[in-house]
């Protein structure tokens, strides 16, 4: 079964490192995102799960997948120009608080309307957010008058300072931070912090290459990964992720798969692990590097493919706590769907593929907590409750079939 899910996920994203290595045409993905025709999102996610994203194309693809932009041919350039709008209508609005302020300002404020700074645009998402208030707009960006406030504007500056990089116009550069922004204040809260900050420590620290016999220990793992200030990882969860990559290929290969929107959590938590477990590994190979010295680009493009993976396979059949729906790769499609929640969902359950069926596999009874043969077979994106399932035995497969009316079928071996 191990090698059925294997082939599955390989199928959908390609083989650990490798995944998304796939170059995706710069011409057909601009008709798709451009073209006479609307935009089917769940086509484009899929599409983006499996491929390397061209630069050239990268600022639309962000602003259809985050509702940027218009995925109908008929509105596009309308929406585009009310975008570019709002934009300057914060930033005159930016300017206006200074001056009604008698500030005096480094920034000129006619070019804050032509070329704005990194700072000018996080004060620019805090005043969209109505969260500019609470300090003089001339301070210095890491002097607000509370905790909180400095906490909120690292956050957003480790975003921007990320977008940035796609080296687009000003607005366009402003509605994708405040986008990101907004997405990951939705999908990671702070009441969620706490909880996702023990998962990633102790995740770290059981992680294989952790705890590999055969490599010697130089000092206690462990140990380095408790002693990270559970502030710091906050902080981490807080920006997504944008504070830790320092290079631009794996930055963007990153914030491509975390666009799509549905696989937030997971994403970000395992980009921080396999951060947290590559800084300790190369510690534990260079005893005398800094905490916070920066990784080779070839590692840090190691620690996106190894999160994005990590998070598709886990996500693939995850149910969402705050929606009653699952997604699913549809090996014919090549889209993404969603499905109806299975009469039960276990955990510790496996995944098989097989003859382009998917089988949901085992876990633990969510009433006895005991391990089950139960199965859920996937059709068409749906959960039918009579299945087809292969067993092993020593003549070759055997297939067998039946139905059961009240329940999910069980596996006979």
Same mark, same amino acid.
């Given at each position: 079964?191990?090698?059925?899910?294997?082939?599955?996920?390989?199928?959908?994203?390609?083989?650990?490192?490798?995944?998304?290595?796939?170059?995706?045409?710069?011409?057909?993905?601009?008709?798709?995102?451009?073209?006479?025709?609307?935009?089917?999102?769940?086509?484009?996610?899929?599409?983006?799960?499996?491929?390397?994203?061209?630069?050239?194309?990268?600022?639309?693809?962000?602003?259809?997948?985050?509702?940027?932009?218009?995925?109908?041919?008929?509105?596009?350039?309308?929406?585009?120009?009310?975008?570019?709008?709002?934009?300057?209508?914060?930033?005159?609005?930016?300017?206006?608080?200074?001056?009604?302020?008698?500030?005096?300002?480094?920034?000129?404020?006619?070019?804050?309307?032509?070329?704005?700074? #990194?700072?000018?645009?996080? !004060?620019?998402?805090?005043?969209?957010? %109505? =969260? /500019?208030?609470?300090?003089?707009? *001339?301070?210095? &960006?890491?002097?607000?008058?509370?905790?909180?406030?400095?906490?909120?504007?690292?956050?957003?500056?480790?975003?921007?300072?990320?977008?940035?990089?796609?080296?687009?116009?000003?607005?366009?550069?402003?509605?994708?931070?405040?986008?990101?922004?907004?997405?990951?204040?939705?999908?990671?809260?702070?009441?969620?912090?706490?909880?996702?900050?023990?998962?990633?420590?102790?995740?770290?620290?059981?992680?294989?290459?952790?705890?590999?016999?055969?490599?010697?220990?130089?000092?206690?793992?462990?140990?380095?990964?408790?002693?990270?200030?559970?502030?710091?990882?906050?902080?981490?969860?807080?920006?997504?992720?944008?504070? #830790?990559?320092?290079?631009? !290929?794996?930055?963007?290969?990153?914030? %491509? =798969? /975390?666009?799509?929107?549905?696989? *937030?959590?997971? &994403?970000?938590?395992?980009?921080?692990?396999?951060?947290?477990?590559?800084?300790?590994?190369?510690?534990?190979?260079?005893?005398?590097?800094?905490?916070?010295?920066?990784?080779?680009?070839?590692?840090?493009?190691?620690?996106?493919?190894?999160?994005?993976?990590?998070?598709?396979?886990?996500?693939?059949?995850?149910?969402?706590?705050?929606?009653?729906?699952?997604?699913?790769?549809?090996?014919?499609?090549?889209?993404?769907?969603?499905?109806?929640?299975?009469?039960?969902?276990?955990?510790?359950?496996?995944?098989?593929?097989?003859?382009?069926?998917?089988?949901?596999?085992?876990?633990?009874?969510?009433?006895?907590?005991?391990?089950?043969?139960?199965?859920?077979?996937?059709?068409?994106?749906?959960?039918?409750?009579?299945?087809?399932?292969?067993?092993?035995?020593?003549?070759?497969?055997?297939?067998?079939?039946?139905?059961?009316?009240?329940?999910?079928?069980?596996?006979?071996?």
């Amino acid at each position: 079964m191990a090698n059925f899910r294997q082939q599955f996920i390989t199928k959908c994203v390609g083989a650990g490192e490798k995944t998304g290595n796939q170059e995706a045409n710069e011409a057909g993905l601009m008709e798709m995102l451009a073209g006479p025709s609307d935009v089917d999102l769940y086509q484009l996610k899929s599409f983006v799960w499996r491929h390397n994203i061209p630069v050239s194309c990268r600022s639309l693809l962000y602003k259809t997948l985050l509702g940027i932009a218009s995925p109908y041919p008929e509105t596009r350039h309308m929406v585009d120009k009310h975008r570019k709008d709002e934009a300057e209508v914060l930033g005159r609005c930016l300017v206006q608080i200074r001056q009604f302020q008698g500030q005096v300002v480094k920034t000129d404020d006619e070019q804050l309307l032509l070329k704005p700074t #990194l700072e000018d645009i996080v !004060r620019m998402v805090l005043l969209a957010e %109505d =969260k /500019l208030s609470a300090q003089p707009v *001339t301070q210095k &960006l890491y002097s607000p008058r509370n905790a909180e406030e400095q906490k909120r504007m690292k956050q957003i500056t480790a975003i921007a300072r990320q977008v940035l990089t796609l080296k687009e116009n000003w607005w366009d550069n402003f509605h994708i931070t405040r986008s990101l922004y907004k997405l990951v204040q939705t999908h990671i809260p702070p009441a969620e912090w706490a909880k996702l900050v023990k998962e990633i420590r102790d995740q770290a620290i059981s992680s294989p290459p952790l705890n590999n016999p055969k490599v010697p220990i130089k000092f206690n793992s462990e140990a380095l990964i408790r002693n990270i200030k559970s502030e710091v990882i906050e902080t981490w969860l807080a920006c997504a992720g944008c504070e #830790l990559l320092r290079e631009e !290929r794996a930055t963007q290969r990153f914030l %491509d =798969k /975390l666009c799509i929107g549905t696989h *937030t959590v997971l &994403l970000v938590k395992n980009l921080i692990i396999e951060f947290i477990v590559a800084r300790v590994l190369h510690m534990q190979e260079n005893p005398t590097s800094g905490a916070f010295e920066k990784l080779a680009e070839e590692v840090e493009l190691k620690i996106v493919a190894r999160a994005i993976e990590a998070g598709f396979k886990e996500q693939i059949f995850a149910i969402r706590s705050y929606e009653e729906w699952f997604e699913i790769f549809d090996l014919n499609t090549r889209q993404i769907t969603r499905g109806p929640v299975p009469p039960e969902w276990r955990e510790y359950a496996s995944v098989a593929y097989f003859k382009d069926k998917v089988y949901y596999l085992g876990g633990e009874d969510p009433e006895t907590e005991e391990e089950t043969n139960r199965v859920d077979f996937f059709a068409d994106g749906v959960v039918i409750r009579y299945i087809d399932y292969q067993t092993m035995n020593g003549n070759g497969l055997k297939l067998e079939r039946f139905r059961k009316d009240d329940g999910i079928s069980e596996l006979h071996r």
